[in-house]
């Protein structure tokens, strides 16, 4: 199955997801980053800022993501899912 879908709702969609997360924690942390709980230390994500506020960080990881996507379907010709 094919489902054509308008870039501009997508782009919008999108936008307004990074706004909600801007939101979110006191605003987000933009140095974040995803990391793997097994290859880290605790004293590493102390010492980052990771404990004294979760919310920000996970923010700033979503807003990372959201606008990487963002890019991709703004440069995309022909968007569709399938």
Do not use: T
């Not at 199955?1 to 307004?16: A, P, T, Y």
């Not at 990372?64 to 399938?82: D, H, R, T």
């Amino acid at each position: 199955m094919l489902i054509i879908i308008n870039k501009e709702d997508i782009v919008s969609i999108l936008q307004e997801q990074i706004s909600s997360w801007e939101d979110i924690g006191g605003g987000p942390i933009y140095d974040a980053f995803e990391f793997d709980p097994r290859k880290i230390s605790p004293q590493e994500l102390k010492a980052l800022g990771y404990y004294e506020n979760r919310d920000a960080w996970i923010a700033g990881v979503q807003i990372k993501k959201l606008k990487q996507y963002l890019e991709e379907v703004q440069a995309a010709n022909q968007f569709c899912i399938s």
